[in-house]
């Protein structure tokens, strides 16, 4: 059994940090459900590719659930908040009022969710 078995984690996170560090919670047994625009990660188109992925991204973001998401679309900002929910992290790397603005910010999550650990990662 790996440490993080059991735990799930919702995953807002695109570049470099955030895909990281969901990376290794997965590695240490957690369920990572990234969520991704409808277009997909911009980290799918890089170079160099193998069979039509950029190896960064799969390097990134293997072992994890996708799901995608258009936020343009009151339905997929329910779903994601039904995916909190029944999640015990999320975490996001997203320009500081985006999540809030979305209605998907720890202060209204942790109102139906009250044991949330929500991670923010922010550029340097």
Request: charged share 25%; net charge neutral.
């Amino acid at each position: 059994m790996r440490p993080l078995e059991g735990i799930r984690v919702l995953d807002f996170t695109r570049v470099l940090a955030g895909p990281h560090a969901t990376r290794m919670l997965c590695d240490l047994g957690a369920e990572v459900i990234k969520v991704e625009p409808p277009v997909g990660d911009l980290t799918r188109f890089g170079q160099p590719r193998l069979n039509s992925l950029a190896t960064y991204f799969i390097q990134q973001n293997v072992g994890k659930l996708n799901v995608s998401l258009n936020f343009d679309d009151e339905r997929a900002i329910d779903l994601a908040r039904r995916l909190a929910d029944v999640s015990d992290i999320v975490i996001e790397n997203f320009r500081p009022g985006v999540m809030a603005r979305l209605g998907l910010d720890y202060e209204t999550l942790s109102a139906s969710n009250s044991r949330l650990i929500y991670a923010s990662i922010s550029g340097y």
